[in-house]
C-alpha cells in the first residue's frame, strides 16, 4: 500500500474523508504560497491543529533567546509560526467516550507521529504533542476511519461537547444524559449557526445536581437532566466560564423539556453570533455578553430568537431512540470477591465505585498528569475488549473510567493494572491533581503548572496512607497561567502562574486560589490568596493544610472553613513564604519546576487559543484585568495601599499593551510607559472616547504625577479601583477602534 | 514506499536510573548544540509515567529518549523525518546516531551512566510500510544483519517481537561484549 487514504479506503466515511483531502490541499496550496497566513491558522485550527511553545522559532536556552533555524526556510503555517515547528493536535472526543478500536488508533498515532504519550485533557479530549503538520492529514484519516474527527476541536467553534463520565451508569442521575450529549454533537458539528461566533463556545451536561462531573456552571452552556411530573428536560445555564475573571452561569430555564434543548442552545447560539463581542477577543465569550445586557434581557432575546426557527426534525429525531447510546457489557455482572487482596482493597476504596446497575463498577484508571503510554493504552484496550467492552471515559480530572466492569473481574482488572504499572491509588484525592499544559508546550504558559503538580504529586504520593482523610480528600489543580485552563478556580486548593520582578530577575510564581467547590458542579470558586514563588509551593501547600487541620471545626469542609476564617488569615499563614531568597542566596528559586533554565517570560508567544491568533495586545488587557481583580481582592481585605497600587500597576499594563500594540518599543517601567502612551495615545487622540474625550486617559496620567495610589486610604483606593476599571473599558475601546480603523484601512488598499 | 522511522535502542549497564538528572543533560545538550548536524528543540519530562519514554530530547529530524519501557533503561534514538540515502545506510545511520548519544550520555560525569552492547531493539514506527509480519522481517533481516555485524563485530541472531497492532520490532542480539566506544569505532 502506498498510502493511509488507499489502505483504509471506504473505512473512511465519505465527509470526514472530503474534509481532510481539502485540509491536505490547503496544506499544499500553503507551501506553494496560494494561501494567507491568517487564513491558514484558522483552518488548520478548526481542524484541532494547534501551534505549541516556540513554534515561531525563538527559544531561550537559559542564557539568551535563540533562533531554531528549521529546515523549511521561510515556510510558515500561521502569523509567526514556522512550518516545520513541531504543533499539538487536539482531538475531540465527545463526552470523553473511546472505544477499544479508538483507544488503540489513538495509540498507535501517539507512537507514530508523536512522543507516544498521550495525554487526558480537562475538557475529556486526548491532545498529541510535537506533531508535524505535514503527518496531521493521514492522522486525521485513521481516526476517520474509527468515526474520530478533530473538527472543530478548537477555533471560535462548539468544543468538545462534556458530560458526567458516569452518564448511565450513575447512581444519582436524574437520566442518562449521553443521548442528548451525542445528538446535539452530530447536530451543531458544522452547523451554519455555529460558525459565527467571536470566540469559542463550550456546552456541557450533568445527570444531577449535587456531583461535580458536569461542571456546567463554568460552561458557555450547560444543561443539568430534571424530570418534573415524570417529564424529562433540564436546568439550562448560560454564560459561565474561567479565565482571568470566572463568572458563574445564570440560569436561562429552570426546566426547559426534552424537545426544546436544541432549539433553545440553537437560539441561544443565534443571539451569540450575532450581539457577542467580535472585536476585543477579551470580552467575546458568552458571558459578557449576558453581563452586558443581563440575564432577563438575554432571555427575552433568546424567546424571541427561538420564534424565529425554522423548526427541524433533528431537534426530537433522536428522542425516538434514547437507548441508542447504550452500552453492552460483555460480562455477567457479579460481586467483587469477599477474600480480595489488601492491594486491591486499597485501590478500590477511590478507584472502583459501583455502578446503578447491581453487580458492575466503574473502575478509574488514574493518571499521572493525565499521561499515558501508547504501549500502555493498547494494553488497556486489550483488558477493556476482555473485561468492559467499549466503555471508556476520558474524564475532566484528566483519567480513564473503564464502566461495566463486573465485580466479580475487578481484581482481575485491578491485577492487570498493576502489571501496567497503572494501579495508582487515590484517585480524586489530593494526588489526583489536575494540570493545563502550562510551559511544558502551551504559548501562553507563564509558570510550569506540570513540573509543579508533578513534584507535588511526588512529594504527597510518598505520605499518602499517613494523611488526615480530611486533607486526602482534598482537590489540586493548576493552571499555567490565567486562562485557566487548568480549572484551578474549581478546586480547594488551586494554582495559577503569574511572574514576579525580584531583584532585576523574573522569579516563577503561582498565584494560590483557594476555597473552590467541586461539588455541585463547581458551584463556587475560590480566592485569590496570594502569589508564591513556584519553589515555595510545596511549602505552602503544607502550611495550608496543617493551619486548615489544626483550626477546623469538627468535620467543617475546607469551603466552610475558607468561608469561615476568610483570606485574610491564609495570608498570614503564607506570608513568610512569599518573598523569594536573592539570586545569590539560592539561585533554584529563579528556575521552575522541572527546568532547570534560568526562567524568562521571553518564550511566551502569540497565542492561538481560538480560531485566529491572538495579538499580543489582547494578553496583555486581560491580564491587566487580573491586576485589577486582584486589586479588588486587596480591597476587600482591608489591603487599601495594595489595592490601588494594583490599580495602577493595571493600568500601565494596559497602557504598555496599546503602546506596544502600536509598535512602538517600551520598557516595563511605569514612567517609560506613561511616557509613551502619553505621547503616542493621549497626545494623538488615539485613546479619546468619543464622549468623555481625554477624560479616562488623564486618570493615568494624574496618578503618575501625584503618585496617590502609593498613599491610598480606603476612600482614595476606592476611587482608583473605579478610575482603574473606566480605564480598562476605555483601553479595550481603544483597541476594538484601531483595529477596526485597520481593517477598514485593507480594505481600501 | 520507504519507511524511515526507525528506533534504536540500546540498554543501559545498570537498572536503576534517575532520570531527572537527564533534564539539565539535554537541555544543555541543546545550549552546546551536542549533536552538530541536527535541530534540538526542547525537552520533555515524562518522568512521572512509569516505564514511559522517560526524559525525551526533542529534535527536529529524530528525538532522543532516555527511555524507561519494560522497565528496562536504555537510550532510544527515533528518527522522524526523511533520510537521504539508501535503506541499509538509513538503517547504519540509526545506529549510529543511537550509540553516539550513547557515547555522549556516557561522557556526562553527572550521570554515571554506561551502556551495554550485547542486546539492541529496533522498530520501525510505520505500520503502513512495516506493519509487523513475516514479509516485513524478511525485508529487514539482510539489512539488520549487515549493520550489526558491522557495528558489533559479530553475527548477530534476531528475533521478531511483538503483535500486529505493536510496532514492527526486532531484537538483536550482537553476541558483543564491548563498548559503545569500541562499536562507533569499527564502522
Ligand atoms: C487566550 C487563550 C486561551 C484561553 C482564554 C483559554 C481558556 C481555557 C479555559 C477557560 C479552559 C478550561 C475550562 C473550560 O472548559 O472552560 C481551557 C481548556 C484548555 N486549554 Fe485553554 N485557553 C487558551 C489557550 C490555550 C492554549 C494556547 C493551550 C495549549 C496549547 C490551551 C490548552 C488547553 C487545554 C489542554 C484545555 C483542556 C481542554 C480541552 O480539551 O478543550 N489553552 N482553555
Ligand atoms: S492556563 Fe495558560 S498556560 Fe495553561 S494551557 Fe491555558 S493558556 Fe496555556
Request: aromatic share 8%.
Given at each position: 500500500?502506498?498510502?493511509?487514504?488507499e489502505?483504509l479506503g471506504?473505512?473512511?466515511?465519505?465527509q470526514?474523508?472530503?474534509?481532510?483531502d481539502?485540509?491536505?490541499g490547503?496544506?499544499?496550496?500553503k507551501k506553494?504560497?496560494k494561501?494567507?497566513d491568517?487564513i491558514?491558522?484558522?483552518?488548520?485550527?478548526?481542524r484541532?491543529v494547534y501551534?505549541?511553545r516556540y513554534?515561531?522559532?525563538?527559544?531561550?536556552d537559559?542564557?539568551?533567546?535563540?533562533t531554531l533555524t528549521?529546515p523549511?526556510?521561510?515556510?510558515?503555517?500561521?502569523?509567526?509560526?514556522?512550518w516545520d515547528?513541531?504543533?499539538m493536535?487536539?482531538?475531540?472526543?465527545p463526552?470523553?467516550?473511546l472505544t477499544?478500536?479508538q483507544?488503540?488508533?489513538l495509540?498507535?498515532?501517539a507512537?507514530?507521529?508523536s512522543?507516544?504519550?498521550l495525554?487526558?485533557t480537562?475538557?475529556?479530549d486526548?491532545q498529541l504533542h510535537?506533531i508535524?503538520?505535514?503527518?496531521?492529514p493521514?492522522?486525521m484519516r485513521?481516526?476517520?476511519?474509527?468515526?474520530?474527527?478533530?473538527?472543530e476541536?478548537c477555533g471560535?467553534?462548539v468544543?468538545?461537547?462534556t458530560a458526567?463520565?458516569y452518564a448511565?451508569v450513575c447512581t444519582?442521575?436524574?437520566?442518562?444524559?449521553t443521548?442528548?450529549?451525542?445528538?446535539?454533537t452530530?447536530y451543531?458539528?458544522g452547523h451554519p449557526?455555529v460558525?459565527?461566533?467571536?470566540?469559542?463556545?463550550?456546552?456541557a451536561?450533568?445527570?444531577c445536581?449535587?456531583?461535580?462531573?458536569g461542571l456546567?456552571t463554568?460552561?458557555?452552556?450547560?444543561a443539568v437532566?430534571q424530570?418534573?411530573?415524570g417529564k424529562r428536560?433540564f436546568?439550562?445555564?448560560?454564560?459561565g466560564?474561567?479565565?482571568?475573571?470566572?463568572?458563574?452561569?445564570?440560569v436561562?430555564?429552570e426546566?426547559?423539556?426534552e424537545e426544546?434543548l436544541?432549539?433553545l442552545t440553537q437560539a441561544?447560539a443565534r443571539?451569540?453570533?450575532?450581539?457577542?463581542?467580535?472585536?476585543s477577543?477579551?470580552?467575546?465569550?458568552i458571558k459578557?455578553?449576558v453581563?452586558?445586557v443581563?440575564i432577563?434581557?438575554?432571555k427575552k432575546?433568546v424567546a424571541?430568537?427561538?420564534e424565529?426557527l425554522?423548526?427541524?426534525e433533528?431537534?426530537?429525531?433522536?428522542?425516538?431512540?434514547?437507548h441508542?447510546?447504550?452500552e453492552?457489557?460483555v460480562r455477567e455482572?457479579?460481586a467483587?470477591p469477599?477474600g480480595?487482596?489488601?492491594g486491591f482493597?486499597a485501590?478500590?476504596?477511590h478507584n472502583?465505585?459501583?455502578q446503578?446497575?447491581?453487580?458492575?463498577y466503574?473502575?478509574?484508571?488514574k493518571?499521572?498528569?493525565?499521561d499515558?503510554?501508547?504501549?500502555?493504552?493498547?494494553?488497556?484496550?486489550?483488558l477493556?475488549?476482555?473485561l468492559?467492552?467499549?466503555?471508556?471515559r476520558c474524564?475532566?480530572?484528566?483519567?480513564?473510567?473503564f464502566?461495566?466492569l463486573?465485580?466479580?473481574?475487578?481484581?482481575t482488572?485491578y491485577?492487570g493494572?498493576?502489571a501496567l504499572?497503572?494501579?495508582a491509588t487515590?484517585?480524586g484525592t489530593?494526588t489526583d491533581?489536575?494540570?493545563?499544559?502550562?510551559?511544558d508546550t502551551?504559548?501562553l504558559?507563564i509558570s510550569a503548572s506540570?513540573?509543579?503538580?508533578g513534584?507535588?504529586?511526588k512529594?504527597?504520593?510518598v505520605?499518602?496512607?499517613?494523611l488526615?482523610p480530611?486533607?486526602?480528600?482534598l482537590?489540586?489543580?493548576?493552571?499555567?497561567?490565567?486562562?485557566s485552563c487548568?480549572?484551578h478556580?474549581?478546586?480547594d486548593?488551586?494554582?495559577?502562574?503569574?511572574s514576579?520582578?525580584?531583584?532585576?530577575?523574573?522569579v516563577?510564581h503561582?498565584n494560590i486560589?483557594l476555597?473552590?467547590?467541586?461539588?455541585?458542579?463547581a458551584?463556587s470558586?475560590?480566592?485569590?490568596?496570594?502569589?508564591?514563588?513556584?519553589?515555595?509551593?510545596p511549602?505552602?501547600v503544607?502550611?495550608?493544610t496543617e493551619?486548615?487541620?489544626?483550626?477546623r471545626e469538627?468535620a467543617?469542609?475546607?469551603?466552610a472553613?475558607?468561608?469561615r476564617v476568610?483570606?485574610k488569615e491564609?495570608?498570614?499563614?503564607?506570608?513568610?513564604i512569599?518573598?523569594?531568597?536573592s539570586?545569590?542566596?539560592d539561585?533554584?528559586y529563579?528556575?521552575d519546576?522541572?527546568?532547570p533554565?534560568?526562567?524568562?517570560?521571553?518564550?511566551i508567544?502569540v497565542?492561538?487559543?481560538a480560531?485566529?491568533i491572538?495579538p499580543?495586545?489582547?494578553f496583555g488587557l486581560?491580564?491587566?484585568?487580573?491586576q485589577l481583580?486582584?486589586?479588588?481582592?486587596?480591597?476587600?481585605?482591608?489591603q487599601?495601599?495594595?489595592?490601588?497600587?494594583?490599580?495602577?500597576k493595571?493600568?500601565?499594563?494596559?497602557?504598555?499593551?496599546l503602546v506596544?500594540h502600536?509598535?512602538v518599543?517600551?520598557?516595563?517601567d511605569?514612567?517609560?510607559?506613561v511616557?509613551?502612551f502619553?505621547t503616542?495615545?493621549?497626545d494623538?487622540a488615539?485613546f479619546?472616547d468619543?464622549f468623555?474625550k481625554?477624560?479616562?486617559?488623564t486618570?493615568?496620567?494624574k496618578?503618575?504625577?501625584?503618585?496617590?495610589?502609593?498613599?491610598?486610604?480606603?476612600e482614595?483606593?476606592?476611587?482608583?479601583?473605579?478610575?482603574?476599571?473606566?480605564f480598562?473599558?476605555?483601553?479595550?475601546?481603544c483597541?476594538?477602534?484601531l483595529?477596526?480603523?485597520?481593517?477598514t484601512?485593507a480594505?481600501?488598499? | 514506499?520507504?519507511?524511515t522511522?526507525f528506533q534504536?535502542?540500546?540498554?543501559?549497564r545498570?537498572?536503576d536510573?534517575e532520570?531527572?538528572?537527564l533534564?539539565?543533560?539535554?537541555?544543555?545538550w541543546?545550549?552546546a548544540?551536542k549533536i552538530?548536524?541536527?535541530?534540538?528543540?526542547d525537552?520533555a519530562?515524562?518522568a512521572?509515567?512509569?516505564?514511559g519514554?522517560g526524559?525525551?530530547?526533542?529534535?527536529?529530524?529524530s528525538?532522543y529518549y532516555?527511555?524507561?519501557?519494560?522497565?528496562?533503561?536504555?537510550?532510544?534514538?527515533?528518527r522522524?523525518?526523511?533520510f537521504d540515502?539508501?535503506?541499509?545506510?538509513?538503517?547504519d545511520?540509526?545506529?549510529?546516531r543511537?550509540?553516539n548519544a550513547?557515547?555522549?550520555l556516557?561522557?556526562?560525569?553527572?550521570l554515571g551512566?554506561e551502556?551495554a552492547t550485547?542486546?539492541?531493539?529496533f522498530?520501525?514506527q510505520?505500520?503502513?510500510?512495516?506493519p509487523n509480519?513475516?514479509?516485513?522481517?524478511?525485508?529487514?533481516?539482510p539489512a539488520?544483519?549487515?549493520?550489526?555485524?558491522?557495528?558489533?563485530?559479530h553475527?548477530?541472531?534476531l528475533?521478531r517481537?511483538?503483535?500486529e497492532?505493536?510496532p514492527?520490532?526486532?531484537?538483536?542480539?550482537?553476541?558483543a561484549g564491548?563498548?559503545?566506544?569500541?562499536?562507533l569505532a569499527r564502522?
Amino acid at each position: 500500500m502506498t498510502s493511509w487514504k488507499e489502505q483504509l479506503g471506504d473505512r473512511i466515511p465519505d465527509q470526514l474523508g472530503g474534509e481532510v483531502d481539502l485540509f491536505e490541499g490547503q496544506i499544499a496550496l500553503k507551501k506553494q504560497g496560494k494561501i494567507d497566513d491568517k487564513i491558514f491558522a484558522e483552518t488548520r485550527l478548526r481542524r484541532g491543529v494547534y501551534g505549541q511553545r516556540y513554534d515561531n522559532g525563538l527559544r531561550d536556552d537559559g542564557t539568551g533567546q535563540k533562533t531554531l533555524t528549521f529546515p523549511c526556510g521561510d515556510l510558515t503555517k500561521g502569523p509567526d509560526t514556522v512550518w516545520d515547528a513541531p504543533g499539538m493536535m487536539r482531538i475531540k472526543i465527545p463526552f470523553g467516550k473511546l472505544t477499544v478500536e479508538q483507544l488503540e488508533v489513538l495509540s498507535e498515532l501517539a507512537e507514530e507521529n508523536s512522543d507516544s504519550i498521550l495525554h487526558v485533557t480537562t475538557r475529556q479530549d486526548i491532545q498529541l504533542h510535537f506533531i508535524h503538520i505535514e503527518e496531521a492529514p493521514d492522522m486525521m484519516r485513521r481516526l476517520a476511519s474509527v468515526g474520530i474527527t478533530t473538527r472543530e476541536a478548537c477555533g471560535n467553534s462548539v468544543r468538545n461537547v462534556t458530560a458526567c463520565e458516569y452518564a448511565g451508569v450513575c447512581t444519582t442521575q436524574a437520566f442518562d444524559v449521553t443521548p442528548y450529549a451525542n445528538a446535539i454533537t452530530q447536530y451543531l458539528l458544522g452547523h451554519p449557526d455555529v460558525q459565527d461566533f467571536g470566540r469559542k463556545f463550550k456546552i456541557a451536561f450533568s445527570g444531577c445536581e449535587d456531583n461535580p462531573c458536569g461542571l456546567v456552571t463554568f460552561h458557555d452552556l450547560g444543561a443539568v437532566a430534571q424530570v418534573r411530573d415524570g417529564k424529562r428536560g433540564f436546568r439550562v445555564v448560560v454564560g459561565g466560564g474561567l479565565g482571568a475573571v470566572p463568572v458563574q452561569a445564570k440560569v436561562l430555564a429552570e426546566f426547559c423539556p426534552e424537545e426544546e434543548l436544541f432549539p433553545l442552545t440553537q437560539a441561544v447560539a443565534r443571539v451569540f453570533a450575532r450581539l457577542g463581542e467580535k472585536q476585543s477577543r477579551a470580552r467575546a465569550r458568552i458571558k459578557f455578553l449576558v453581563q452586558k445586557v443581563g440575564i432577563d434581557e438575554f432571555k427575552k432575546l433568546v424567546a424571541d430568537e427561538r420564534e424565529t426557527l425554522r423548526p427541524d426534525e433533528r431537534w426530537t429525531a433522536f428522542l425516538d431512540d434514547l437507548h441508542a447510546t447504550d452500552e453492552t457489557p460483555v460480562r455477567e455482572a457479579g460481586a467483587v470477591p469477599s477474600g480480595a487482596s489488601a492491594g486491591f482493597k486499597a485501590w478500590a476504596e477511590h478507584n472502583l465505585k459501583p455502578q446503578a446497575q447491581e453487580g458492575y463498577y466503574s473502575a478509574i484508571v488514574k493518571l499521572p498528569l493525565g499521561d499515558f503510554t501508547a504501549a500502555q493504552g493498547r494494553a488497556l484496550a486489550r483488558l477493556a475488549r476482555e473485561l468492559t467492552g467499549d466503555s471508556i471515559r476520558c474524564t475532566v480530572e484528566q483519567n480513564l473510567t473503564f464502566r461495566w466492569l463486573s465485580g466479580a473481574d475487578a481484581e482481575t482488572f485491578y491485577e492487570g493494572l498493576v502489571a501496567l504499572n497503572m494501579a495508582a491509588t487515590g484517585a480524586g484525592t489530593i494526588t489526583d491533581m489536575t494540570s493545563c499544559p502550562g510551559t511544558d508546550t502551551c504559548k501562553l504558559g507563564i509558570s510550569a503548572s506540570r513540573g509543579l503538580t508533578g513534584e507535588l504529586r511526588k512529594r504527597l504520593t510518598v505520605i499518602e496512607d499517613e494523611l488526615d482523610p480530611a486533607i486526602r480528600a482534598l482537590r489540586m489543580k493548576a493552571s499555567g497561567c490565567f486562562n485557566s485552563c487548568g480549572q484551578h478556580h474549581a478546586a480547594d486548593i488551586g494554582f495559577t502562574g503569574v511572574s514576579r520582578q525580584v531583584g532585576g530577575r523574573k522569579v516563577p510564581h503561582f498565584n494560590i486560589v483557594l476555597g473552590g467547590q467541586w461539588t455541585e458542579n463547581a458551584k463556587s470558586y475560590g480566592l485569590v490568596v496570594g502569589a508564591v514563588p513556584s519553589k515555595n509551593i510545596p511549602k505552602a501547600v503544607e502550611l495550608i493544610t496543617e493551619y486548615y487541620l489544626a483550626n477546623r471545626e469538627g468535620a467543617e469542609s475546607f469551603q466552610a472553613f475558607m468561608a469561615r476564617v476568610g483570606k485574610k488569615e491564609f495570608r498570614k499563614v503564607l506570608a513568610p513564604i512569599q518573598k523569594p531568597p536573592s539570586y545569590e542566596e539560592d539561585p533554584s528559586y529563579y528556575s521552575d519546576w522541572g527546568n532547570p533554565r534560568e526562567y524568562t517570560i521571553g518564550d511566551i508567544g502569540v497565542g492561538e487559543c481560538a480560531g485566529e491568533i491572538v495579538p499580543f495586545v489582547e494578553f496583555g488587557l486581560q491580564e491587566a484585568e487580573q491586576q485589577l481583580h486582584d486589586a479588588q481582592d486587596a480591597l476587600e481585605a482591608g489591603q487599601a495601599a495594595i489595592a490601588s497600587a494594583g490599580a495602577f500597576k493595571a493600568m500601565v499594563t494596559a497602557a504598555k499593551a496599546l503602546v506596544r500594540h502600536l509598535e512602538v518599543q517600551v520598557k516595563d517601567d511605569a514612567d517609560d510607559v506613561v511616557a509613551n502612551f502619553k505621547t503616542h495615545l493621549h497626545d494623538t487622540a488615539l485613546f479619546h472616547d468619543p464622549f468623555a474625550k481625554g477624560k479616562f486617559a488623564t486618570y493615568l496620567l494624574k496618578m503618575h504625577d501625584d503618585q496617590s495610589f502609593k498613599s491610598a486610604n480606603d476612600e482614595i483606593a476606592h476611587r482608583t479601583l473605579d478610575e482603574a476599571q473606566l480605564f480598562l473599558e476605555a483601553a479595550h475601546a481603544c483597541y476594538q477602534r484601531l483595529t477596526e480603523a485597520a481593517a477598514t484601512a485593507a480594505a481600501a488598499e | 514506499m520507504q519507511a524511515t522511522k526507525f528506533q534504536v535502542k540500546v540498554y543501559t549497564r545498570a537498572g536503576d536510573i534517575e532520570l531527572e538528572k537527564l533534564i539539565p543533560v539535554f537541555h544543555e545538550w541543546i545550549r552546546a548544540k551536542k549533536i552538530s548536524d541536527e535541530l534540538l528543540i526542547d525537552v520533555a519530562d515524562y518522568a512521572h509515567v512509569p516505564q514511559g519514554p522517560g526524559v525525551v530530547l526533542i529534535g527536529h529530524q529524530s528525538d532522543y529518549y532516555l527511555d524507561v519501557a519494560d522497565n528496562r533503561p536504555g537510550l532510544l534514538y527515533s528518527r522522524k523525518r526523511g533520510f537521504d540515502g539508501d535503506f541499509q545506510a538509513g538503517i547504519d545511520d540509526a545506529f549510529r546516531r543511537a550509540l553516539n548519544a550513547c557515547r555522549l550520555l556516557e561522557e556526562e560525569s553527572s550521570l554515571g551512566l554506561e551502556f551495554a552492547t550485547d542486546e539492541v531493539l529496533f522498530r520501525v514506527q510505520d505500520r503502513l510500510a512495516a506493519p509487523n509480519e513475516d514479509a516485513t522481517y524478511d525485508a529487514y533481516k539482510p539489512a539488520l544483519e549487515q549493520a550489526a555485524g558491522a557495528f558489533f563485530g559479530h553475527a548477530p541472531s534476531l528475533e521478531r517481537l511483538g503483535s500486529e497492532r505493536e510496532p514492527f520490532a526486532v531484537r538483536i542480539s550482537t553476541g558483543a561484549g564491548g563498548t559503545v566506544a569500541d562499536a562507533l569505532a569499527r564502522h
